[in-house]
Protein backbone atom coordinates (compact mmCIF):
# COMPACT_ATOMS: atom_id res chain seq x y z
CA UNK A 1 0.00 0.00 0.00
CA UNK A 2 2.99 2.54 0.72
CA UNK A 3 4.90 1.68 -2.39
CA UNK A 4 2.05 2.61 -4.28
CA UNK A 5 1.59 6.10 -2.44
CA UNK A 6 5.00 6.54 -2.96
CA UNK A 7 4.35 5.47 -6.46
CA UNK A 8 1.30 8.16 -6.74
CA UNK A 9 3.94 11.11 -5.57
CA UNK A 10 6.14 10.31 -7.51
CA UNK A 11 4.11 10.47 -10.73
CA UNK A 12 2.33 13.66 -9.44
CA UNK A 13 6.03 15.25 -9.09
CA UNK A 14 7.15 14.15 -12.62
CA UNK A 15 3.62 15.78 -14.07
CA UNK A 16 4.66 19.02 -11.81
CA UNK A 17 7.66 18.89 -13.39
CA UNK A 18 9.63 18.07 -10.22
CA UNK A 19 11.97 15.80 -9.91
CA UNK A 20 11.11 12.90 -7.32
CA UNK A 21 13.77 12.89 -4.45
CA UNK A 22 13.76 10.92 -0.96
CA UNK A 23 12.93 14.19 0.42
CA UNK A 24 10.14 15.89 -1.65
CA UNK A 25 9.06 12.35 -2.25
CA UNK A 26 8.79 11.95 1.53
CA UNK A 27 6.93 15.31 2.36
CA UNK A 28 4.28 15.05 -0.82
CA UNK A 29 2.89 11.32 0.75
CA UNK A 30 2.58 12.97 3.98
CA UNK A 31 0.95 16.37 2.92
CA UNK A 32 -1.54 14.79 0.63
CA UNK A 33 -2.32 11.52 2.23
CA UNK A 34 -5.32 12.70 4.38
CA UNK A 35 -7.08 14.61 1.48
CA UNK A 36 -7.06 18.29 1.28
CA UNK A 37 -5.81 20.14 4.29
CA UNK A 38 -4.00 23.16 5.28
CA UNK A 39 -0.90 22.83 7.35
CA UNK A 40 1.81 25.54 8.25
CA UNK A 41 5.53 24.49 7.95
CA UNK A 42 5.73 23.65 11.64
CA UNK A 43 2.78 21.11 11.43
CA UNK A 44 4.26 19.75 8.39
CA UNK A 45 7.91 19.20 10.18
CA UNK A 46 6.38 17.40 12.90
CA UNK A 47 4.48 14.91 11.10
CA UNK A 48 7.84 14.63 9.17
CA UNK A 49 9.50 14.01 12.39
CA UNK A 50 6.79 11.65 14.14
CA UNK A 51 6.95 9.36 10.97
CA UNK A 52 10.36 9.07 11.54
CA UNK A 53 11.84 11.25 8.71
CA UNK A 54 14.31 13.36 10.04
CA UNK A 55 14.12 16.59 7.87
CA UNK A 56 15.23 20.45 8.81
CA UNK A 57 12.21 22.77 8.75
CA UNK A 58 14.84 24.74 6.36
CA UNK A 59 14.08 21.99 4.08
CA UNK A 60 10.41 21.47 4.87
CA UNK A 61 9.97 25.27 4.04
CA UNK A 62 12.14 25.32 0.67
CA UNK A 63 9.85 22.22 -0.64
CA UNK A 64 6.93 23.90 0.63
CA UNK A 65 7.81 26.35 -2.12
CA UNK A 66 8.96 24.24 -4.84
CA UNK A 67 5.41 22.76 -4.62
CA UNK A 68 3.75 25.97 -4.88
CA UNK A 69 6.04 27.23 -7.56
CA UNK A 70 4.77 23.70 -9.66
CA UNK A 71 1.15 24.80 -9.06
CA UNK A 72 0.96 21.32 -6.47
CA UNK A 73 -0.26 23.54 -3.76
CA UNK A 74 -1.24 27.04 -2.97
CA UNK A 75 -0.31 29.77 -0.45
CA UNK A 76 -2.69 30.93 2.11
CA UNK A 77 -1.70 34.24 4.17
CA UNK A 78 -4.29 34.18 6.63
CA UNK A 79 -2.55 36.08 9.59
CA UNK A 80 0.85 38.13 9.27
CA UNK A 81 3.14 35.81 10.80
CA UNK A 82 1.42 32.42 9.77
CA UNK A 83 1.31 30.91 6.17
CA UNK A 84 -0.61 27.81 5.71
CA UNK A 85 0.13 25.67 2.19
CA UNK A 86 -3.26 24.27 1.19
CA UNK A 87 -3.32 21.03 -0.75
CA UNK A 88 -6.65 22.05 -2.15
CA UNK A 89 -5.30 24.47 -5.96
CA UNK A 90 -9.28 25.46 -7.04
CA UNK A 91 -10.41 28.40 -6.53
CA UNK A 92 -11.99 28.54 -3.18
CA UNK A 93 -12.20 30.70 -0.26
CA UNK A 94 -11.54 30.49 3.70
CA UNK A 95 -12.73 30.58 7.41
CA UNK A 96 -9.92 31.33 10.11
CA UNK A 97 -11.30 30.32 13.26
CA UNK A 98 -9.23 33.02 15.52
CA UNK A 99 -7.75 31.34 18.35
CA UNK A 100 -7.43 28.05 16.91
CA UNK A 101 -5.25 28.64 14.53
CA UNK A 102 -8.02 26.87 12.38
CA UNK A 103 -8.66 26.80 8.45
CA UNK A 104 -11.26 25.80 7.12
CA UNK A 105 -12.46 26.15 3.25
CA UNK A 106 -15.59 27.46 2.34
CA UNK A 107 -17.82 25.52 -0.21
CA UNK A 108 -17.56 27.12 -3.57
CA UNK A 109 -20.81 27.70 -4.36
CA UNK A 110 -21.67 30.05 -1.00
CA UNK A 111 -19.79 33.59 -2.28
CA UNK A 112 -19.89 35.19 -5.40
CA UNK A 113 -17.14 38.05 -6.36
CA UNK A 114 -18.30 41.04 -8.44
CA UNK A 115 -17.42 44.43 -9.38
CA UNK A 116 -13.39 43.25 -9.41
CA UNK A 117 -11.47 45.84 -10.42
CA UNK A 118 -9.82 46.11 -14.09
CA UNK A 119 -5.67 45.13 -13.01
CA UNK A 120 -3.13 47.50 -14.41
CA UNK A 121 -2.11 47.21 -18.23
CA UNK A 122 -0.03 44.22 -18.84
CA UNK A 123 -1.40 42.11 -16.01
CA UNK A 124 -4.48 39.76 -14.75
CA UNK A 125 -6.14 38.37 -11.96
CA UNK A 126 -4.86 34.67 -10.83
CA UNK A 127 -7.20 34.10 -8.52
CA UNK A 128 -9.19 36.46 -5.63
CA UNK A 129 -8.72 35.25 -1.72
CA UNK A 130 -11.19 35.73 0.65
CA UNK A 131 -10.41 34.67 3.99
CA UNK A 132 -13.40 35.13 6.68
CA UNK A 133 -12.56 35.57 10.06
CA UNK A 134 -14.32 33.75 12.68
CA UNK A 135 -14.45 33.42 17.02
CA UNK A 136 -16.54 31.51 19.07
CA UNK A 137 -19.65 33.81 20.18
CA UNK A 138 -19.75 35.96 22.97
CA UNK A 139 -22.21 36.56 25.68
Do not use: W
Request: net charge negative; glycine share 6%; no cysteine.
Amino acid sequence: MMAEASRQVEDKLRRSGLRPTRQRVALATLLFAKGDRHLTVEELHEEALDADFPVSLATVYNTLHQFTEAGMIRVLAVEGSRTYFDTNVSDHHHFFVEGKNEVLDIPVNNISIGNLPEPPEGMEIAHVDVVIRLREKRS
